[in-house]
């Protein structure tokens, strides 16, 4: 989808075109859909998540123990 501004006259203002440009890109609704696409992510299967859930308990414990030996 192209969206075209052309200037209406050599006088005309940049501010204008950017402002007129903008309001064609929300009408179109063009960053709706980037913003929406961006934001979908694919769901985890159930075994993926209880292996991320274990391997974060596994790296929480290790940091734990790492603060009580005084190591960073």
Do not use: C
Request: hydrophobic share 35%; charged share 45%.
């Amino acid at each position: 989808m192209a969206i075209k501004v052309t200037r209406k006259d050599q006088n005309e203002a940049n501010e204008n075109i950017i402002r007129r440009f903008n309001r064609k890109v929300l009408q179109s609704g063009v960053m709706a859909e980037a913003k929406e696409s961006m934001r979908f992510s694919k769901p985890i299967s159930k075994r993926e998540r209880r292996n991320k859930a274990i391997l974060r308990d596994k790296r929480k414990a290790e940091k734990a123990e790492r603060m009580k030996l005084g190591l960073k």
